[in-house]
């Protein structure tokens, strides 16, 4: 099976930089995903990291430690539109490859 | 555009009757999953269907059937055997590259009363 941690909430200033980790226990990996979701509204693909080491993709960057079981997603120069939840979730081994999510980071940017 | 649409937004139903939501897909993709999603937990895998005529339960398939007819459609029915059937329901599609990664329907949230 497959375990994954976030945390519940965080808050960050806009302008700001902010790490969201992500912790993962897993029987097989076949990468990792991260996904943004405004409330109420469908969640978007962000990032996909595989290997180990940094995806950069604009003001998003995603880090991956397969050795660890983690990852982050950093968000650098925040926007009050990035008030959002932040869903990570494993791909897991197998022909299928099924993808679990954890239960979401909500981040509030204030002013 | 390409894209993948539900239907309805908001869905009411009486406890006792089935109801069916829609998702349609014009993205071409192979792969369709459907999702549930509550206040506090992760999304829940339904069912999933890699393609046409073809689907397997996720992980939470009880109460819950699904139809792959045609590749743009995947429609989902909730059925009175479901017993928490009030949530916010997504569907999803993937193209099965190396990605992978999934394009979501806007939801529907149903609610039972």
């Known amino acids: ?111 | 555009d390409g894209g993948i649409t539900q239907s309805p937004k908001y869905l009411f139903r009486k406890e006792g009757q089935n109801v069916t939501l829609s998702c349609e897909q014009n993205l071409n993709h192979d792969a369709m999953y459907w999702y549930r999603q509550d206040p506090g937990q992760g999304l829940r895998l339904i069912y999933y269907s890699q393609i046409v005529n073809d689907f397997q339960k996720g992980d939470i398939a009880e109460g819950y059937s699904v139809s792959r007819e045609k590749k743009e459609s995947f429609p989902l029915t909730v059925t009175s055997a479901q017993k928490n059937p009030t949530a916010f329901y997504l569907c999803a599609s993937s193209a099965g590259d190396r990605v992978n990664e999934q394009y979501f329907g806007p939801g529907t949230r149903l609610t039972v009363t």
């Open chain 1, 1 to 111: 099976g497959q375990n994954i941690d976030q945390p519940t909430e965080m808050t960050a200033t806009e302008g700001a930089i902010v790490q969201i980790n992500c912790t993962y226990q897993t029987s097989g990996f076949n990468g990792l995903f991260w996904y943004q979701q405004h409330a109420g509204e469908a969640p978007t693909f962000l990032s996909y990291n595989v290997l180990d080491g940094l995806e950069e993709k604009g003001r998003f960057s995603s880090f991956l430690s397969r050795s660890k079981g983690y990852s982050y997603l950093l968000l650098k120069e925040l926007q009050m539109k990035d008030s959002a939840s932040y869903l990570c979730a494993v791909r897991g081994p197998g022909g299928y490859q099924k993808v679990t999510f954890g239960t979401g980071t909500k981040l509030q940017v204030i002013p």
